[in-house]
């Protein structure tokens, strides 16, 4: 049975250890999947704001490309209006007087002849900088014409067939950063793993195709030919000092423009240019004494006006039309200047190509890098989960270096096609995931221990229970045996006395009597065993009935030393009583009478040996108790037994199997079970030197 348990042991403590490391190994487990969670949150709040981004640029772009092209001019006649008037009315652009629009950042138009116009700005007019919204304009105005027509002229001629280097870094940039991308696919081919530390784990690439350049369908319009010649029509200066600026401001331009001719190029259109329309911008250059009726009533200024189909040499056909072809946006990418810095390291510029017949015009606006971080930061407010921080830094060019990110949990690289914005995803409190995983570990490892402690506990228990068991298991063996042996000696006596009486082997009367008191005696005995055997098993069963009444103990003490005197002078000895006053108690007549039996049979038994083979039965009162004390002169009992003695099967030492004293180790046990019954206890007192006494006390009242 130690066999099997050690291997139950073995089983139990080898499992526990294997649960031991597989909730470790899903703690860790946990910990990192918390990290790819919180992880798998920041990619998602980055696409949130990728998409809430590209949507507001893609509503930005279809508004703009829905925008009329008469919208680039500062005054234009409505297509709306009859024909036959004579006089068209004039409207001021809805773009006036507003620099920046939603992503667009200063409207303007390139002249076939290569002049720039813009709604918001009027260079013909002369007048100083009165405030910061002129200064800012006139700056604008200037960088269009100082950094953009440039680089729109060196694109332009970089697609004649003679290329500088420096010409074919500016035609990718014109070209919506088409090579760029193609070396982008190429280094990805080339370079897998490099590509993928780039864009992969916590970094990654976001793609927003909203300003890239676009092989959309064209949009073709149909206007009367009387309003676009309106509408084709410019202002000019109204006295000689504003006509000879405007004359050296438009030489400046077209030295630096001289290439421009071929741009309409870039936009899949014709280099054919009109002869009649400069004849038409020299008339109205030159014509300053038209009167403008409605042109004052819509708050013109005087020195402005319109071509009107009165003033053309032949009249106009008011059923004639004019398809006009409008080009998606594209962009363009241009050097910034010295004195600003953009994010992407360049001016990005969106341009729209407008062929009103042979004409070809270039539109657009500076795309507002300031609205777009603004916008980046509202989505990015908005879809920020807790704990979640943000910081935005723009770098040019998928090759650019990148800007320090320590303490940068994810980085959205949102890739605009020109450029790219580094959206930083901080975490605000980066030791919480440290915290979680701590609690649940100081959880995980608290709970192993009460679980290691319950199970050494439980094997502890265990291995008792089953040593108790083995025990028990050859303490019964032993009764077993003893009470064989206990029956068979008085079933002996008896016998051989009750053969000797039926064959009349006796000659005498006295030893007849004397095999008669012997049959007695030893039926006493075997009626004494039986009836402990009886009792213990009812109280093992809990069957056992007391019956509690009111009486004097010492009588029924006077009783049971009666019956055991023959007995005892059998073996030797003699019983002598000494009963103090106890008075009347509560008490089970049967079950005292069975302590007191079994105190002096257990003294004949081990006081057989002494020399002095008294045995001594006193009764006391003391403190609600009636004390009941057996003393004899035998050997005595050792400390180390005074607590067993009184465990069921258990003898001492000198009880043992082979020994001269016998006994069922159920006599002490019933002692201690029935004055446990009445309240009481029993003990092991210290007496004189070579003598034993066994007091028994029972509560008188209960």
Same mark, same amino acid.
């Given at each position: 049975?130690?066999?099997?348990?050690?291997?139950?042991?073995?089983?139990?403590?080898?499992?526990? &250890?294997?649960?031991?490391?597989?909730?470790?190994?899903?703690?860790?487990?946990?910990?990192?999947?918390?990290?790819?969670?919180?992880?798998?949150?920041?990619?998602?709040?980055?696409?949130?704001?990728?998409?809430?981004?590209?949507?507001?640029?893609?509503?930005?772009?279809?508004?703009?490309?829905?925008?009329?092209?008469?919208?680039?001019?500062?005054?234009?006649?409505?297509?709306?209006?009859?024909?036959?008037?004579?006089?068209?009315?004039?409207?001021?652009?809805?773009?006036?007087?507003?620099?920046?629009?939603?992503?667009?950042?200063?409207?303007?138009?390139?002249?076939?002849?290569?002049?720039?116009?813009?709604?918001?700005?009027?260079?013909?007019?002369?007048?100083?900088?009165?405030?910061?919204?002129?200064?800012?304009?006139?700056?604008? *105005?200037?960088?269009?014409?100082?950094?953009?027509?440039?680089?729109?002229?060196?694109?332009?001629?970089?697609?004649?067939?003679?290329?500088?280097?420096?010409?074919?870094?500016?035609?990718?940039?014109?070209?919506?950063?088409?090579?760029?991308?193609?070396?982008?696919?190429?280094?990805?081919?080339?370079?897998?793993?490099?590509?993928?530390?780039?864009?992969?784990?916590?970094?990654?690439?976001?793609?927003?195709?909203?300003?890239?350049?676009?092989?959309?369908?064209?949009?073709?319009?149909?206007?009367?030919?009387?309003?676009?010649?309106?509408?084709?029509?410019?202002?000019?200066?109204?006295?000689?000092?504003?006509?000879?600026?405007?004359?050296?401001?438009?030489?400046?331009?077209?030295?630096?423009?001289?290439?421009?001719?071929?741009?309409?190029?870039?936009?899949?259109?014709? !280099?054919?240019?009109?002869?009649?329309?400069?004849?038409?911008?020299?008339?109205?250059?030159?014509?300053?004494?038209?009167?403008?009726?409605?042109?004052?009533?819509?708050?013109?200024?005087?020195?402005?006006?319109?071509?009107?189909?009165?003033?053309?040499?032949?009249?106009?056909?008011?059923?004639?039309?004019?398809?006009?072809?409008?080009?998606?946006?594209?962009?363009?990418?241009?050097?910034?200047?010295?004195?600003?810095?953009?994010?992407?390291? !360049?001016?990005?510029?969106?341009?729209?190509?407008?062929?009103?017949?042979?004409?070809?015009?270039?539109?657009?606006?500076?795309?507002?890098?300031?609205?777009?971080?603004?916008?980046?930061?509202?989505?990015?407010? !908005?879809?920020?989960?807790?704990?979640?921080?943000?910081?935005?830094?723009?770098?040019?060019?998928?090759?650019?270096?990148?800007?320090?990110?320590?303490?940068?949990?994810?980085?959205?690289?949102?890739?605009?096609?020109?450029?790219?914005?580094?959206?930083?995803?901080?975490?605000?409190?980066?030791?919480?995931?440290?915290?979680?995983?701590?609690?649940?570990?100081?959880?995980?490892?608290?709970?192993?221990?009460?679980?290691?402690?319950?199970?050494?506990?439980?094997?502890?228990?265990?291995?008792?229970?089953?040593?108790?068991?083995?025990?028990?298991?050859?303490?019964?063996?032993?009764?077993?045996?003893?009470?064989?042996?206990?029956?068979?000696?008085?079933?002996?006596?008896?016998?051989?006395?009750?053969?000797?009486?039926?064959?009349?082997?006796?000659?005498?009367?006295?030893?007849?009597?004397?095999?008669?008191?012997?049959?007695?005696?030893?039926?006493?005995?075997?009626?004494?065993?039986?009836?402990?055997?009886?009792?213990?098993?009812?109280?093992?069963?809990?069957?056992? !009935?007391?019956?509690?009444?009111?009486?004097?103990?010492?009588? &029924?003490?006077?009783?049971?030393?009666?019956?055991?005197?023959?007995?005892?002078?059998?073996?030797?000895?003699?019983?002598?009583?000494?009963?103090?006053?106890?008075?009347?108690?509560?008490?089970?007549?049967?079950?005292?009478?069975?302590?007191?039996?079994?105190?002096?049979?257990?003294?004949?038994?081990?006081?057989?040996?002494?020399?002095?083979?008294?045995?001594?039965?006193?009764?006391?009162?003391?403190?609600?108790?009636?004390?009941?004390?057996?003393?004899?002169?035998?050997?005595?009992?050792?400390?180390?037994?005074?607590?067993?003695?009184?465990?069921?099967?258990?003898?001492?030492?000198?009880?043992?199997?082979?020994?001269?004293?016998?006994?069922?180790?159920?006599?002490?046990?019933?002692?201690?079970?029935?004055?446990?019954?009445?309240?009481?206890?029993?003990?092991?007192?210290?007496?004189?030197?070579?003598?034993?006494? *066994?007091?028994?006390?029972?509560?008188?009242?209960?």
């Amino acid at each position: 049975m130690y066999r099997r348990l050690v291997i139950l042991s073995v089983i139990v403590l080898a499992t526990l &250890c294997g649960v031991t490391c597989l909730g470790y190994h899903a703690v860790n487990k946990w910990a990192q999947g918390l990290e790819g969670a919180r992880l798998g949150e920041f990619a998602e709040v980055a696409e949130q704001i990728r998409q809430d981004v590209k949507r507001k640029l893609d509503e930005f772009i279809q508004a703009e490309q829905e925008r009329p092209y008469t919208d680039y001019q500062q005054y234009y006649v409505p297509d709306t209006v009859a024909t036959a008037q004579q006089q068209l009315p004039v409207l001021r652009s809805p773009l006036a007087g507003q620099l920046a629009n939603s992503f667009a950042y200063g409207y303007f138009q390139i002249e076939p002849s290569g002049d720039v116009v813009a709604p918001w700005y009027s260079p013909e007019t002369v007048r100083p900088v009165q405030n910061e919204v002129d200064r800012e304009a006139r700056m604008q *105005f200037d960088n269009i014409v100082s950094n953009f027509m440039p680089a729109m002229a060196s694109a332009g001629a970089a697609l004649l067939p003679e290329r500088s280097t420096a010409d074919k870094e500016i035609l990718a940039d014109v070209e919506g950063q088409v090579a760029l991308v193609e070396r982008e696919e190429l280094a990805e081919k080339a370079e897998p793993q490099l590509f993928s530390k780039q864009v992969s784990g916590r970094r990654k690439s976001y793609p927003i195709e909203s300003l890239q350049a676009e092989r959309a369908a064209p949009k073709v319009l149909t206007q009367q030919r009387s309003v676009v010649a309106s509408n084709r029509a410019q202002p000019a200066p109204s006295n000689e000092a504003q006509r000879q600026e405007l004359s050296e401001l438009r030489r400046n331009q077209r030295a630096s423009q001289s290439a421009l001719a071929p741009t309409a190029d870039m936009f899949g259109g014709t !280099r054919q240019r009109s002869t009649a329309q400069p004849q038409m911008q020299q008339q109205a250059l030159t014509d300053t004494r038209v009167e403008q009726p409605s042109s004052q009533a819509a708050g013109l200024p005087n020195q402005y006006f319109r071509f009107q189909e009165a003033n053309q040499a032949e009249e106009l056909d008011p059923s004639d039309t004019v398809q006009i072809r409008i080009e998606p946006f594209v962009p363009m990418a241009v050097p910034e200047p010295n004195d600003r810095r953009s994010l992407f390291g !360049r001016q990005v510029f969106l341009l729209r190509h407008v062929q009103v017949e042979d004409e070809h015009l270039v539109q657009g606006f500076q795309f507002n890098e300031e609205r777009l971080v603004a916008e980046v930061r509202e989505s990015a407010e !908005r879809f920020a989960r807790e704990k979640m921080g943000f910081d935005l830094c723009g770098r040019s060019g998928a090759n650019g270096a990148s800007a320090d990110e320590a303490g940068v949990a994810y980085t959205a690289i949102l890739d605009f096609g020109f450029g790219e914005l580094l959206l930083y995803l901080q975490e605000l409190d980066p030791a919480w995931i440290g915290k979680e995983t701590g609690t649940l570990r100081r959880w995980y490892f608290s709970t192993i221990a009460v679980v290691f402690v319950a199970v050494s506990l439980a094997l502890a228990g265990l291995w008792k229970t089953t040593r108790a068991q083995i025990k028990l298991a050859q303490k019964k063996d032993e009764f077993i045996s003893a009470v064989s042996h206990e029956l068979r000696t008085p079933l002996t006596s008896i016998r051989m006395y009750a053969e000797m009486l039926e064959n009349n082997w006796l000659t005498s009367k006295a030893k007849t009597g004397e095999y008669y008191r012997n049959i007695r005696q030893e039926s006493e005995r075997l009626s004494r065993l039986i009836e402990n055997v009886l009792d213990f098993s009812r109280l093992q069963r809990g069957r056992k !009935r007391y019956d509690f009444r009111l009486g004097h103990v010492n009588q &029924c003490i006077t009783e049971v030393v009666a019956m055991m005197r023959p007995y005892a002078a059998q073996q030797g000895f003699s019983i002598e009583t000494d009963f103090g006053d106890v008075g009347e108690s509560t008490f089970d007549r049967d079950a005292v009478a069975q302590i007191v039996v079994n105190l002096l049979d257990n003294a004949v038994k081990y006081a057989r040996s002494a020399e002095d083979k008294r045995i001594h039965v006193r009764t006391t009162r003391d403190d609600g108790h009636a004390i009941i004390e057996v003393e004899d002169h035998g050997p005595g009992v050792p400390n180390r037994q005074r607590t067993k003695i009184f465990e069921q099967f258990y003898r001492g030492a000198s009880e043992a199997p082979g020994t001269q004293t016998t006994g069922t180790g159920l006599g002490l046990a019933l002692v201690k079970r029935f004055a446990e019954a009445h309240r009481g206890f029993v003990e092991i007192r210290a007496g004189e030197p070579g003598r034993t006494i *066994f007091c028994v006390g029972l509560a008188t009242e209960l």
